[in-house]
């Protein structure tokens, strides 16, 4: 009979109870037995930040899980296509164990979590993954599976072991279970199919895994790799402390390039991304055939071999001088001959100024001898927000100002701006046109995302991106300033013809 919990078939609920079941496990099963399987349970994120890296499908599928456990992962693959509700025709799940503590609960949850779907099944294999993966090989009976999502067993395997000799017909020579049971899936899976898995790191270099790597890359193409910044934080519950990374391949299909990815933990809330080229993970002529996974900081500084940065282009960056607050007595709710603009981040509507406004914040300040040292001279400036709401899709949102935007020589920002300046005086027009398109495309906002977890936007975070060389910038500028109406693809246009 289905447990009770699946019969709304919610996937919150599903995912709770794996949840549930996974601590419980953790806390109760002894050290020995979780070592005599290589047995440490995947949290929930973890698994559904896996399935979400497949991408959508409307053909049959059929999973493979080998070293299920409970099933956490096969069933976050199903939560994800119902979630989704992609129209796949069938679905069909291999799930393999060989501990017969877990074999009622993972059947109960398989069963739950295929249940919403028609023409759907599941098996429970019982037998040695790698004996039976051997046998299917030799009998021709492999390359069956679209889709594989693992975690496997961790432990060595000495050199006359059964477990090597299995893995030995597959044509492979290693020294582990987890990349055993890994080469294995590649041959159990179909060409262009997917395998998703969580395994230690220690693969990617080392001359004991050289063979390991040469299999990966003799039959598949790597198409994302992502790493826990803190070596501790993936199995934060049980005593892990490998370093673990994510990886998908593509079974023979074409290597492009890379999605890497990073997080500190497994709520993935500062999730970054990058793309590098294949020839960065893999150096021409190594021999030893080492995946060199690029650091954060790694990319960062490529990014800023092929860029200028703002010294090389003479343009500065500063927080805007007024601290509101500091000078309550001087704030004017409207322009007076006596006072001076004063920038809020309302005075900007589409990326242009539009001031005065009626708003709790003040439109001017009144003339002193403070706030004549503030005074930026009519000219071209931008202008970026310092601070974003999480709701807002961008991080960076830049606006212009113009000589014609003056009612006077002088105007000065409030400290919740960014101002963009050459050295307290103008940049040049089509400068300052070209930082608009630069700043607000999604390029920038992407290379930002890189370095800051937050929604704040400081002067220095602004200084760090890379922009470019002045010709460019100015050109796309020229550019930007001939369009009508701005907009995200126009931003992206204009600066994505700078990235061909
Ligand atoms: C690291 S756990 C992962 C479990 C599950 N996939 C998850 O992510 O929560 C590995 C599982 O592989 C199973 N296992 C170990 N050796 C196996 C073998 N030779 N064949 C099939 N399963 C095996 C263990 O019992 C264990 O449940």
């Given at each position: 009979m289905k447990p009770q919990f699946f019969e709304k078939t919610e996937i919150d609920t599903i995912s709770e109870r794996l949840e549930e079941e996974r601590i419980f496990h953790a806390v109760q099963t002894s050290d020995n037995h979780k070592e005599t399987y290589g047995q440490y349970f995947t949290p929930y994120s973890i698994a559904d930040f896996m399935s979400s890296l497949f991408p959508a499908t409307d053909k049959p599928i059929r999973l493979l899980d080998p070293g299920a456990g409970i099933g956490i992962?096969?069933?976050?693959?199903?939560?994800?296509?119902?979630?989704?509700?992609?129209?796949?025709?069938?679905?069909?799940?291999?799930?393999?164990?060989?501990?017969?503590?877990?074999?009622?609960?993972?059947?109960?949850?398989?069963?739950?979590?295929?249940?919403?779907?028609?023409?759907?099944?599941?098996?429970?294999?019982?037998?040695?993954?790698?004996?039976?993966?051997?046998?299917?090989?030799?009998?021709?009976?492999?390359?069956?599976?679209?889709?594989?999502?693992?975690?496997?067993?961790?432990?060595?395997?000495?050199?006359?072991?059964?477990?090597?000799?299995?893995?030995?017909?597959?044509?492979?020579?290693?020294?582990?279970?987890?990349?055993?049971?890994?080469?294995?899936?590649?041959?159990?899976?179909?060409?262009?199919?997917?395998?998703?898995?969580?395994?230690?790191?220690?693969?990617?270099?080392?001359?004991?895994?050289?063979?390991?790597?040469?299999?990966?890359?003799?039959?598949?193409?790597?198409?994302?790799?992502?790493?826990?910044?803190?070596?501790?934080?993936?199995?934060?519950?049980?005593?892990?402390?490998?370093?673990?990374?994510?990886?998908?391949?593509?079974?023979?299909?074409?290597?492009?390039?890379?999605?890497?990815?990073?997080?500190?933990?497994?709520?993935?809330?500062?999730?970054?991304?990058?793309?590098?080229?294949?020839?960065?993970?893999?150096?021409?002529?190594?021999?030893?055939?080492?995946?060199?996974?690029?650091?954060?900081?790694?990319?960062?500084?490529?990014?800023?071999?092929?860029?200028?940065?703002?010294?090389?282009?003479?343009?500065?960056?500063?927080?805007?001088?007024?601290?509101?607050?500091?000078?309550?007595?001087?704030?004017?709710?409207?322009y007076a001959e006596n006072s001076y603009p004063l920038v809020y981040s309302v005075h900007f509507k589409n990326h242009r100024f539009s001031w005065p406004q009626k708003s709790k914040k003040p439109n001017a300040v009144l003339i002193s001898e403070e706030v004549k040292k503030q005074l930026f001279p009519k000219g071209f400036y931008v202008v970026v927000k310092r601070f974003s709401t999480k709701e807002e899709r961008k991080r960076i949102v830049a606006s212009i100002i113009t000589p014609e935007d003056f009612v006077k020589n002088g105007m000065t920002f409030e400290n919740h701006l960014n101002v963009f300046h050459a050295d307290k005086t103008s940049l040049s027009e089509n400068i300052a046109y070209g930082l608009v398109c630069w700043l607000n495309s999604t390029y920038i906002d992407e290379k930002f995302r890189l370095f800051s977890g937050h929604t704040q936007v400081n002067a220095t975070d602004l200084r760090n991106l890379p922009y470019p060389d002045f010709g460019n910038l100015s050109k796309i500028g020229e550019r930007l300033k001939s369009e009508k109406e701005w907009n995200q693809t126009v931003f992206d246009n204009l600066a994505g013809e700078l990235e061909k």
């Amino acid at each position: 009979m289905k447990p009770q919990f699946f019969e709304k078939t919610e996937i919150d609920t599903i995912s709770e109870r794996l949840e549930e079941e996974r601590i419980f496990h953790a806390v109760q099963t002894s050290d020995n037995h979780k070592e005599t399987y290589g047995q440490y349970f995947t949290p929930y994120s973890i698994a559904d930040f896996m399935s979400s890296l497949f991408p959508a499908t409307d053909k049959p599928i059929r999973l493979l899980d080998p070293g299920a456990g409970i099933g956490i992962l096969a069933c976050s693959f199903m939560c994800r296509i119902l979630k989704e509700n992609w129209q796949t025709s069938s679905i069909h799940v291999s799930a393999y164990d060989i501990d017969n503590n877990v074999f009622t609960t993972l059947n109960e949850n398989l069963a739950a979590s295929i249940a919403a779907f028609k023409n759907s099944d599941y098996e429970i294999q019982t037998d040695d993954f790698l004996e039976k993966a051997a046998i299917e090989y030799v009998w021709h009976k492999d390359r069956k599976y679209t889709h594989v999502i693992m975690n496997p067993p961790y432990k060595k395997i000495i050199t006359n072991s059964k477990e090597r000799y299995y893995a030995r017909i597959l044509g492979l020579e290693t020294v582990n279970l987890y990349s055993a049971f890994m080469g294995a899936a590649i041959s159990l899976t179909e060409d262009n199919g997917y395998i998703v898995a969580i395994v230690p790191r220690s693969f990617c270099n080392g001359v004991y895994y050289k063979p390991f790597r040469e299999f990966i890359l003799k039959n598949c193409a790597i198409n994302r790799i992502h790493l826990f910044e803190s070596r501790d934080k993936a199995f934060k519950d049980e005593s892990v402390l490998q370093e673990n990374i994510i990886i998908m391949l593509q079974k023979n299909a074409v290597q492009q390039n890379i999605r890497i990815s990073y997080c500190n933990d497994d709520s993935f809330a500062d999730l970054s991304e990058f793309e590098v080229p294949f020839s960065q993970i893999l150096h021409e002529n190594d021999k030893e055939k080492f995946f060199h996974i690029p650091t954060k900081k790694q990319v960062e500084s490529k990014i800023s071999e092929k860029y200028s940065n703002l010294k090389d282009l003479n343009i500065k960056v500063s927080t805007g001088p007024i601290v509101d607050f500091r000078i309550k007595d001087l704030l004017l709710k409207d322009y007076a001959e006596n006072s001076y603009p004063l920038v809020y981040s309302v005075h900007f509507k589409n990326h242009r100024f539009s001031w005065p406004q009626k708003s709790k914040k003040p439109n001017a300040v009144l003339i002193s001898e403070e706030v004549k040292k503030q005074l930026f001279p009519k000219g071209f400036y931008v202008v970026v927000k310092r601070f974003s709401t999480k709701e807002e899709r961008k991080r960076i949102v830049a606006s212009i100002i113009t000589p014609e935007d003056f009612v006077k020589n002088g105007m000065t920002f409030e400290n919740h701006l960014n101002v963009f300046h050459a050295d307290k005086t103008s940049l040049s027009e089509n400068i300052a046109y070209g930082l608009v398109c630069w700043l607000n495309s999604t390029y920038i906002d992407e290379k930002f995302r890189l370095f800051s977890g937050h929604t704040q936007v400081n002067a220095t975070d602004l200084r760090n991106l890379p922009y470019p060389d002045f010709g460019n910038l100015s050109k796309i500028g020229e550019r930007l300033k001939s369009e009508k109406e701005w907009n995200q693809t126009v931003f992206d246009n204009l600066a994505g013809e700078l990235e061909k």
